[in-house]
């Protein structure tokens, strides 16, 4: 080479010296020069696939960046990772490979970097687990790195209404208990989700996008436009460009998430009445860090933030609509401003996040968020329940809620499926409250969330008649009063393993309280009868993942993280 590699990049081992002659005869062969090959090699990971509309616009977005990343200096090597799309995967048992899909793409992000020697990374993703699993593997590996969100689908319209997924899944509901009918179903079911990207309201994904803004790992704006936009383009190309020079100040993943940076991220899932997922999500980010930062620790930000953006499923605007009214840069300036956020947090712009919202000013001719001195709700749209039948911690999402405490009995079910035919038979009351258990990380393997069930629920009137209790997971579509991520899970032997038909519940959303009626002699007694379950998979990626996988406290992990990693990065 006439042209020698810097000695201090990664990339040197694969491209550096005469001993190295064999490799780079693989990047001629894919067309790269001496020029090219002497540069920083800069990985470019999309989710792009065609499982469905959140990752259809990937490949496009990943090309531009490509170009920034080249008119920066560097040479951009794109790969693609997998996805497992919760709305396809729902209400079956291929859910069940939904959270265990987080893992694998983390991994296969950290492989592929590791194994080809990246110098740094832009990470595009647009479906519910390929946003954290990006960040997860952005601070694992903890070279120079840009995220980016694929962005959000635009809404349907239906009957001069805007529509997005979640009614459709609510439509069921309403066609199986005869208040709409199959031809009404179906004209939804073709209008609802009109374009490429992710589910509109402020579900998993739009949820984490927020995140990845308030954490520092994404330019400034870029979590809001739709997949479809221009502006999209533009943030894509910036996010190539953004990396390069993160790569020359050697300002690293590590350096700009710290539990400051965490506490943001929580601040923003309570403000905007985000989906549940989140808080498992930002325990294993913050694995990835070294943190210690679990359910209760978000509880402790949820509680001192302030619910201020009207979006779906709680509220009355979509994704899109957030975007026209200025994004998550108006809910990070009011947060800000009301002393909410941390303004010293670093971010991917090499500036603070203060420094970021200082040329922002947070509008006022929109009403989709609300300033934090008046909020829609004192607190988070999102809120952490403990008591005896949740020792470890359960989540429930209140935004949009009007009642917020409930006690009914017990209808006990050992699978979602049965739970779902008892839906579906109408075998239930009000008053009752479903407790839908062995579907916890452990034991279903894989924490099946439930948005088929509960929007039947809905959709047949009964939304606000009952309550759901699951050691699994709702969507971040779901409303109505559904707790989930009990903790432990029944298949260690956690409470909710022990209730019975019957059994008295009551759930204190306001005072953070969920009991089941039983003595602690009655407790201890049942439990001494109670025995393990022999796992369903007994082999393949599912039974490691549930060999492997922690609470859902703590993230539902399936490795130490950055505590004791020895690797010299």
Same mark, same amino acid.
């Given at each position: ?5 810097? @000695?201090?990049?990664?990339?040197? +081992?694969?491209?550096? /010296? ?21 540069? =920083? ?12 509309? #959140?990752?259809?616009?990937?490949? /496009? ?6 170009? *920034? ?60 687990? $390929?946003? =954290? ?19 959000? !689908?635009? =809404? ?34 073709? !209008? ?11 579900? $998993?994904?739009?949820?984490?996008? #927020? ?69 498992? +999500? ?40 957030? +975007? ?17 956020? +941390? ?23 929109? @009403? ?23 020792? @470890? ?6 935004? *949009? ?61 009964? /939304? ?18 559904? !707790? ?17 038909? /019957?059994?008295?519940?009551? !759930? ?62």
């Amino acid at each position: 080479m006439s042209q020698q590699p810097n @000695d201090d990049l990664s990339s040197r +081992h694969v491209k550096a /010296g005469p001993e190295r002659a064999p490799h780079r005869a693989f990047y001629y062969a894919m067309g790269l020069t001496e020029q090219d090959i002497a540069k =920083p090699f800069v990985g470019v990971v999309s989710s792009w696939n065609e499982s469905a509309p #959140c990752n259809t616009a990937l490949k /496009g977005h990943a090309e531009v960046a490509k170009r *920034g990343v080249s008119a920066a200096g560097g040479t951009p090597r794109e790969f693609v990772t997998i996805t497992v799309t919760d709305g396809i995967a729902m209400g079956h048992s291929g859910m069940k490979s939904s959270l265990v899909s987080r893992e694998t793409i983390a991994d296969s992000v950290e492989l592929s970097v590791r194994g080809h020697c990246y110098d740094a990374l832009v990470a595009i993703a647009g479906c519910d687990k $390929t946003l =954290p699993a990006m960040m997860m593997a952005m601070l694992r590996l903890n070279v120079p790195s840009v995220f980016m969100y694929g962005g959000s !689908i635009l =809404p349907g319209n239906f009957k001069g209404k805007d529509v997005t997924v979640q009614d459709v899944y609510e439509a069921v509901g309403k066609y199986q208990s005869g208040q709409i009918d199959l031809a009404e179903l179906t004209a939804l079911e073709k !209008i609802a989700c009109p374009s490429a990207g992710a589910c509109g309201g402020q579900f $998993t994904a739009n949820t984490m996008a #927020c995140v990845s803004e308030a954490i520092g790992l994404a330019l400034p704006g870029s979590s809001s436009p739709p997949a479809v936009i221009a502006e999209r383009e533009a943030f894509a190309f910036q996010s190539g460009e953004a990396v390069m020079r993160l790569f020359r100040d050697n300002l690293r993943p590590r350096d700009i998430v710290t539990r400051k940076a965490l506490e943001n991220a929580a601040a923003v899932v309570a403000a905007t009445g985000g989906s549940t997922n989140g808080l498992l +999500h930002l325990p294993a980010i913050a694995n990835e860090a070294g943190i210690d930062f679990d359910v209760f620790d978000i509880e402790a930000v949820l509680k001192r933030t302030p619910y201020i953006a009207d979006l779906k499923p709680g509220g009355r605007y979509v994704a899109s609509d957030m +975007h026209r009214a200025g994004g998550v840069q108006q809910v990070l300036k009011t947060l800000l401003e009301g002393g909410h956020l +941390h303004g010293d947090a670093m971010t991917v712009t090499g500036r603070t996040m203060a420094e970021n919202l200082e040329s922002v000013t947070f509008r006022t001719d929109q @009403d989709v968020i609300r300033p934090a001195s008046n909020p829609l709700a004192p607190t988070g749209g999102v809120l952490v329940l403990k008591g005896n039948l949740a020792p @470890d911690g359960a989540v429930v999402k209140v935004a *949009g809620m009007t009642n917020t405490s409930f006690r009914g009995t017990a209808l006990c079910f050992d699978r979602e499926e049965d739970a779902f035919a008892a839906v579906n038979d109408r075998a239930y009351k009000a008053g009752d409250v479903f407790v839908i258990r062995y579907e916890g990380p452990k034991g279903g393997p894989g924490m099946r969330e439930m948005l088929v069930l509960t929007a039947a629920i809905y959709g047949q009137g009964m /939304g606000q008649k009952v309550a759901l209790i699951t050691d699994g997971r709702f969507s971040g579509a779901t409303r109505g009063f559904c !707790i989930g991520h009990v903790s432990p899970e029944a298949a260690v032997g956690g409470p909710i393993a022990l209730v019975s038909n /019957g059994d008295v519940i009551e !759930i204190d959303a306001d005072n953070g309280s969920i009991t089941v009626e039983l003595s602690d002699q009655e407790l201890a007694k049942r439990r001494a009868g109670w025995k393990p379950r022999l796992a369903q998979y007994r082999s393949g990626a599912i039974w490691r993942y549930g060999e492997t996988v922690s609470s859902a406290r703590y993230g539902a992990v399936t490795h130490p993280g950055a505590v004791r990693q020895k690797v010299a990065e």
